[in-house]
């Protein structure tokens, strides 16, 4: 048995949510058509038993693109941490001792403010 966190799919709770909203639409649309009770109970059931499965649908089409965005997410940041090593073992460190100093700027003269143009 491996002591990884198992990943529970949202496939399930989408259903069910889907489910509930289609049964509570039908029921307000019923009310508001003024049907009798029954026949809103029954049509809002039907409604409900025909949601679920496409809420599965749903749900298992948005567990898979988060599963994937997932692991593409993990191969992109072991590639930075791979990338990173290999940048880190081209790094040369210079001696600061032994570079000579740009003379460029050096013996300019420079034109103060109180001397005469």
Not at 51 to 60: D, K, N, Q, S, Y
Not at 68 to 94: K, P, R, T
């Amino acid at each position: 048995m491996d002591n990884l966190p198992r990943k529970t799919s949202i496939a399930i709770p989408t259903a069910c949510l889907l489910a509930i909203g289609g049964f509570i639409v039908a029921v307000l649309s019923g009310m508001y058509a003024e049907n009798p009770l029954g026949a809103i109970l029954a049509r809002s059931l039907v409604v409900m038993l025909l949601c679920w499965p496409i809420g599965l649908l749903v749900g298992l089409v948005l567990d898979r693109l988060f599963r994937e965005h997932e692991s593409n997410q993990a191969l992109q940041m072991e590639q930075e941490d791979l990338s990173a090593d290999e940048a880190a073992g081209d790094v040369e460190i210079l001696d600061e001792s032994e570079v000579e100093p740009d003379s460029s700027g050096v013996g300019v003269p420079v034109a103060s403010a109180s001397e005469p143009t």
